[in-house]
């Protein structure tokens, strides 16, 4: 048995309280502070529940054992506030049976309740499943409540077994699943939002670098904060200024007459690392860095200082955050316009985005909650601001901006669940950009990062738009309007026929139905009106009249929502003339939503005020208005789907394949596509239907190998493929020859790949003819960033010609799996088209859960292509396969960890 080596870097994650802790592997030169936890750091009562008993050796043993030479299977993790060690967690791998480890727990007594104990051991679940321990066992006396709660809260299954006041605990690891990252989801959360109150509920902020000069960027922030009424006390930190705008200056964050939780850095560069450990010195709780231009070093430094005081940073190269809470009311940022009081949740990473982006808010007149530039987003993400709308009690609508994902995983599965009870609407930035190298398969072909970025926010409900203009137009109607039914089915309205023609054109492109009206509405316009669906009511139609159709069309089950086009004409000369009066005199509050277009307005989208006081939004183009009514859509189609549990693929022989992926990544440490043989096994430990392939390596072994399975083969036929290591692209140079039913055509076929291929040929794959059906594509692509990408499309020959294909990041849900079928142009073929039979959807259904599963597994799989599989009402199979494996750590997206900026670590 080898010995266990985990990890050795440091993971800073949150407490429950919101502090700052490093958790990293213990080692000898831990071996005093261990002894001084065990000693120094618990009572006696503690020390007789950690060792049963009271022991003067105990403490020097358990140090000698954690921090001695390097013990076989042993994993001991330590948790450190600063330079002391508050927590340790350790399990060693048993003899019998090796695959169960024994687990031991000690918390320092002023560290309890905090969350220490129950986050080492997520960390040290992580690094023992990832080498093997299927099993954790512990014993402990009947009375030691606390850790009976750390196993209870865990979110994974306890067994436990009473005898003479002692329980033995045992935890299979192997069940950390849906539950137990719904278990690590709400400690996170919790952790999150405490960390954040300093930010964005401070009760005093220090401007530091806050100049005596006008229109200096420190100086507008601290203006800014004192104008807004900002609740709390605020100073200025400026070592050559006694006064700024009359009021007192302080030459440091020392001099300060209190600790601020706020402090914003409006300082040059090379002073934000001094500044910053300045700030965590004194006690601040929370840093927004407005200063650009960080090296390497500095933003070292800021880092070392915010994860050593349990500051969180916003920044650096920020525009500043505002707070809008009445209780609060902190602008410190150095936009033009002050954000208006309300409820929508705003974060950019660009500042220049976010001034457009309030600006457009304004004038339409949504207030925020809370804005934050994010900037270089060093700390605090995306994520962490939704989390925190989650749980303000104010925020009903989350708007965002991102250039990009530190965790996208972990953004998507926030998301996912924020989602549910708000609407996340974003700029999907940088579209254009390929994202990877040249495609070496069919799927990595598909899988641009364009489309990973899309089945990002498909999957997590987020509303992404293509520019800030469109965000502001959806967001105004799902702010104001309840949602459509999930089928979309619009009623357009018009008092000119040619406007409502072009606003049907738009809702069709915008995927909206226009559905036949009852012509009995008829009777409701004047005379002329035509009541097909775009209903033109001319432009004699009295608001009077107008409101009534509207009143009818509401109660219409066929109509899920109206779009009214109005133009100015010679017959609106006097408001009790304007058929607008007919929205505006009857409620914003309608059973389904409502928009206008109005095309002699001068601004995209506004709001009007109805009778009942609610928003009425008003476009001043067809698109526009048409394109937002798609997005309010497919937010209540995705509402509508129901929670789904992870996509199930059982049987699956992960033993198998660590130790096939292991020693194949042995022998080629740069890794490379596996070859015929290995792949079948893979594939084949995941219950992946791959046909019989025997890869024969010479002319005699192929005759004879196709003889012997001629028989199985489709009007008693084999193929042939040419092999080569490394080879991707067969049929483009080739390499394929089909329908072979003599040992002659066989022996051809083989002497002419010899002739094409020469000495690069390594022999051929010899295959059963599969009987005719659909050709699919499936494959699996790993990204760096977003991890595993299922792809699913039409295969074959011409699947880069049709690129029909959707794709969904891993793990994928049960939903996926019925979601990707249907969204495929194809999938009519799939059904059954005009009359035929369908195919086996439970059969593909089934290749999309296993190859999410191995992905899922497997980091090292950085490919999977499996084109074509051949899928028939009687099942489905695959007759081609391609692998390629590469060196990858394991890296658990759900795991709690604070993210590490690459220019903080010099990278």
Known sequence: MSTVHPPQTTAEALLADGTTIGIRPLGPQDHQAVLDLHTEGMSEASRRMRFFGVSRNAPGQAADRLCGPPRTGLLALGAWAGEELVGEADCERLEDPPETAELALAVADRWHHRGVATLLLEHLVHTARAVGIRFFEADTLSGNRAVHRVFADLGLPVQRRFAQGEVRIRVPLDEADERYRTAVDERGRRADVASLAALLRPASVAVVGASRREGSVGRTVLGKIRRGGFTGAVWAVNPRAEEIDGEPAYPSVAALPAVPDLAVLAVPAAAVGEVAEECGDAGVRALVVLTSGLGPQDARRLMRACRRHSMRLVGPNSLGLAQADPAVRLDAEFGGAFPK?????????????????????????????????????????????????????????????????????????????????????????????????????????????????????????????????????????????????????????????????????????????????????????????????????????????????????????????????????ALCATPEQDPLRALLDGPAGRRVPVAAVLLDQQVPVRYLTCADGGALPVYSDTVAAARALGHAQDRARWLAEPLSVPADAPDCDRRTARSLVDGYLTAHPEGGWLDPLSTADLLEGYGLPLTTSVWARDEHMTVVTAAGLRRLGHEGKVALKAYWPGQVHKSAVGAVRTGLATDAEVRSAYREFTRRFGTELAGAVVQPMAAPG????????????????????????????????????????????????AELRSAPLLFGHNGGPAVDLAAVRSVLARLSRLADDFPELAEADLNPVIVRPDGAVCVDARVRLEPRPSFDPYLRRLRRPAAAEGK
């Open 341 to 569: 009081p309300g409820t929508a949740g705003v974060a950019v990473q660009s500042g220049g985005v976010g001034i457009a982006l309030l600006e457009r808010l304004t004038w339409l007149g949504v207030g925020v909650s809370s804005f934050v530039s994010l900037g270089d987003k060093y700390d605090v993400s995306g994520d962490d601001l939704l989390q925190w709308w989650e749980a303000d009690g104010r925020t009903d609508l989350a708007l965002l901006h991102l250039e990009s994902f530190g965790n996208p995983r972990a953004f998507a599965r926030t998301a996912r669940r924020v989602t549910r009870t708000i609407p996340v609407l974003t700029v999907d930035a940088g579209r254009s950009t390929a994202g990877r190298r040249g495609a070496a398969s069919h799927t990595a072909a598909a899988a641009t990062r364009t489309v990973t970025r899309e089945a990002l926010f498909r999957q997590a409900g987020i509303t992404a738009t293509h520019s800030i203009d469109e965000l502001v137009e959806a967001a105004a109607l799902l702010h104001a309007q309840p949602l459509p039914a999930p089928r979309g089915a619009v009623a357009v309205v018009s008092n000119a026929g040619g406007i409502g023609i072009l606003a049907a054109d738009a809702c069709a492109e915008a995927g909206l139905v226009l559905p036949e009206l009852p012509q009995r509405l008829a009777a409701l316009l004047p005379d002329g009106a035509s009541i097909r669906n775009p209903v033109d009511t001319t432009a004699a139609v009295r608001p009077a009249e107008l409101a009534r159709f509207l009143q009818a069309l509401e109660g219409e089950p066929a109509v899920d929502a109206v779009l009214v086009c109005l133009v100015p004409t």
């Open 774 to 821: 659909l050709e699919l594509l499936a494959g699996v692509v790993q990204d760096r960033v977003f991890g595993p990408l299922v792809v699913l499309g039409l295969g074959g020959t011409a699947t880069e010609v049709l690129a029909d294909r959707v794709a969904r990041l891993a793990p994928l849900s049960e939903r996926d799996l019925t979601t990707m079928v």
